[in-house]
């Protein structure tokens, strides 16, 4: 009781300092009378069709003829520090609704001329940087939750107290003023600022679903659309989400991740490369989370890709072959590739490994033809980064040594113009008559045969291994005209041939019969 008639005292102290303080505090109570009442209706009854709040239906508490100034909200800021006063908190929670409902320029920036119940475009900023810095601390703090707690439990274990039904209605009314304004801003660095501050306040989710669900759709559309700091934010909340709540929400974030990828890489260009790989290896780190889960999910994906590959195996028409020399498709399998190469060392993924390498070696079987040089090359590239990580051998000498025979136009050809490999899956019909492209040929499979090579060089199969590419390389060694490839194709052959010499001697030194794999495999 002498707690509560000194803060009356304060208070009363505070009425008669600043007039306009006063007048605002007295209007608290029908706007979180106004919060109250929105818990009588479902999460999801102000919004609109694609998710975001309509200001329309009750969300705008403030109004012109209570405007909230500087010095009032200096007063509140001040009381929600010391006191943790729930008056003035829900004051401030009412004027961050309104600076989120704000209006946006086409520009994307918050138009604050069209901001309701705020006094000047200062008031609207500190009310913003405020309650997004400071919320989390304070709701933890008047729940007695610990800042380093991040388990759903532990507001689940809440939900029947006083002080969370206390607290609830604002908690809820800042979560959704934030996810609105999420919606209607497109500044990058607002919105990367609102998903920092916004994702460690996750555990307030667990009791309103609706929101958490809105939270996902929201960070998904930011990680795929966004570029740099926000793309990086957006994917942290989304691997947060998927943390926190688990087998609840780890599907869903998933499902609607890896829709969005396959969504935004049906075309690359220089530009939009870097980002999806950035897009992949986020996927990669999110399905890292549940292997076990992620894998059952990636043979589904998997085995539909493998379906369109026998559509353009068996009828080989124009439109399912399309499909498949795609980026789309491409785009799909490095993405499956790359997930198997990260986790297959800690987790049985050999169905799933196998079933990708059928569909590669279909791939490179359907589009043999040298305008498909940059897709076989990619084949034989998955291939390779396959073998590596899961230690089977892959047989890709074959697919390599292919392109060596390639024959498109003169060895004199003249140099074409600058064609960029990592943003096509086809040549042009005059590349092929160029001299770059016979470069790029024979570079190519000398690169490729290198990495094949040293993944064996030390097994005692080598020199088999090595028998057959060695003869079609002095085969081509003999019948090329360019001084500058037949260097370039002898100094392979030597070093291979070198390697080969170093294996059997060593072979010959060893008692233990071939029958021994034991024996064998540890050569």
Known sequence: LLELAGKRKKLKRLEKKDPEFSKFLESYENGLEKLRDEENFSDEDNTSDDGTQNPSKGSAILSKDKLLTSSALN???????????????????????????????????????????????????????????????????????????????????????????????????????????????????????????????????????????????????????GEGCL?????????????????????????????????????????????????????????????????????????????????????????????????QYTNCIDLWVSFISANIQDYDLKPLLYTIIQIINGVAVLFPGPRYLPLRLKCIQWLNNLSSSSGVFIPVASFALDILEYKTGKDNGKPGKDFNFSSSVKLPKHWLKSRNFQEKCVSS??????????????????????????????????????????????????????????VQRKRDEVAFSPKDHQSVESF
């Open 75 to 225: 007063t509140l800021c001040q009381l929600v520090r010391e006191q943790r006063s729930i008056s003035a908190l829900t004051s401030l929670l009412n004027g961050y609704r309104a600076a989120c409902h704000c209006g946006t320029e086409p520009s994307g920036l918050l138009d604050v001329d069209s901001c309701c119940g705020l006094q000047d475009s200062k008031t609207f900023s500190k009310i913003l940087i405020f309650m997004l810095q400071e919320a989390d601390n304070i709701f933890r703090g008047m729940l007695g939750i610990s800042c380093s707690s991040c388990k759903k439990e532990t507001i689940l274990e809440l939900k029947n107290t006083l002080k969370w039904k206390t607290m609830k209605p604002l908690i809820k009314s800042y979560l959704r003023s934030t996810l609105f304004l999420l919606n209607q801003v497109t500044d990058s660095e607002i919105l990367a600022f609102s998903l920092v501050q916004l994702r460690a306040s996750i555990i307030f989710f667990a009791a309103f679903r609706p929101l958490l669900h809105r939270l996902i759709k929201i960070a998904v559309h930011l990680w795929v659309t």
């Open 231 to 327: 793309a990086s934010h957006s994917f942290l909340v989304i691997k947060h989400v998927a943390s926190v709540f688990r087998s609840d929400c780890f599907n869903s974030c998933l499902i609607k991740t890896y829709k969005a990828f396959i969504g935004h890489c049906k075309f690359v260009d220089p530009v939009s490369s870097k980002h999806i790989q950035f897009l992949r290896n986020s996927f990669i780190e999110l399905c890292s989370q549940d292997v076990p889960n992620s894998s059952s999910k990636a043979m589904v994906c998997v085995e539909q890709l493998a379906k369109i590959l026998q559509m353009g195996l068996r009828a080989k028409k124009k439109e399912a072959v399309k499909r498949i020399c795609s980026w």
């Open 445 to 502: 499979v000398i690169e490729l045969l290198a990495m094949h090579f040293a993944q064996w060089s030390y097994h005692i199969t080598f020199p088999e291994l090595a028998t057959i590419p060695l003869i079609r390389l002095r085969k081509f060694n003999e019948t090329t005209t360019i001084e500058s490839f037949r260097r370039v194709v002898k100094r392979f052959i030597d070093q291979v041939e070198q390697n080969i010499e170093f």
